[in-house]
């Protein structure tokens, strides 16, 4: 029972670390909370639908719902962002607000507002036993993803030269530009990579919930939101942090709280998140800024 409890507490925060990366890695680049990310999830998971209906095998559905997710944030930065670049920080936010609710409505009235149930292969429902322990193989693989998705990118960030102007501009944008890197191309390399993200954690999501509905993507990005805040907004290895602390402790709680006070479980949470903002106001690991006199 506890083995299974901290399969499933690593399982749900990889899913938040991968949500939050994605949010603070555009973040950390254009300044942007890109509120519209849970429609990429949700996109995802309807590419997956879409795909298994017409019969492609499910590997191959995967593949073609992650890169949807992926090619549809580039298309969000060109279509919506990039006519915005240099707006103030509202009229970012404003315009992503406005992203959500568009693509919501066409969710909505374009395929329908009810679940939509998604054919999992049989396998991912199974579980296997080590001794007295078993382990659902949906979990499994959710960490198992989770782990190589989070080591893939960190290879990408430091071992290529389009990652380390990425991490370069993190820290100081303007000279990254001052240096003649294109900043169309690392901005639109962090909204792919934010797609991606948001691609894998979709089908992670959808894995252990073999459905997909319009609202699927708000209510975890919301915690990977938080989950980055937690973490120090903008910085990579924090919202990783904070993803993976935030899954723990829901989980966690799910499992120890008494009946009476199970419905309080996201209040008990958010409570936990102000006194660690209160003790660490800029995040367990903040971003890291160049300062200038």
């Known amino acids: 029972m506890i083995a299974q409890q901290i399969i499933n507490a690593v399982s749900l925060g990889g899913v938040y670390a991968l949500l939050a990366l994605g949010l ?10 890109n509120f519209a990310h849970g429609e990429l999830m949700t996109l995802s998971g309807y590419a997956l639908l879409a795909a298994l209906v017409f019969g492609l095998p499910f590997p191959a559905a995967v593949l073609v719902a992650v890169s949807c997710g992926a090619l549809a944030a580039v298309a969000m930065e060109r279509v919506a962002f990039r006519p915005m670049r240099g707006a103030s920080v509202t009229s970012l936010l404003l315009t992503s ?39 659902g193989v949906g979990p499994s693989i959710s960490i198992v993803v989770s782990a190589l998705a989070l080591i893939a990118l960190e290879l990408f960030l430091r071992r290529t030269v389009t990652g380390t102007a990425m991490r370069a501009a993190a820290e100081d944008f303007n000279v990254v530009r001052l240096m003649g890197i294109p900043a169309s191309r690392i901005i639109a390399t962090a909204f792919l990579l934010s797609g991606l993200l948001a691609g894998l954690a979709a089908m992670l999501w959808v894995a252990q919930r073999a459905s997909v509905d319009p609202l699927m993507g708000f209510t975890p990005v919301l915690k990977a939101f938080i989950a980055a805040v937690v973490g120090g907004l903008g910085s990579l290895p924090g919202a990783v942090a904070g993803g993976f602390l935030l899954g723990i402790i829901e989980v966690l709680l799910q499992a120890t709280l008494p009946a009476a006070v199970a419905p309080y479980r996201d209040a ?7 006194a660690v903002l209160l003790v660490r106001p800029q995040g367990l690991i903040p971003a890291v800024r160049v300062q200038r006199s």
Not at 268 to 274: F, K, P, T
Request: net charge positive.
């Open 97 to 135: 607000f406005a992203v959500s609710s568009l693509l919501k409505v066409v969710f909505q009235n374009g395929i329908s507002a009810r679940p939509q149930a998604v054919a999992m292969p049989s396998w991912m429902t199974g579980a296997f036993s080590f001794g007295d322990f078993t382990i």
């Open 24 to 33: 603070a890695i555009v973040f950390s680049i254009v300044g942007l909370i």
């Open 268 to 274: 008990i949470v958010l409570s936990g998140v102000i």
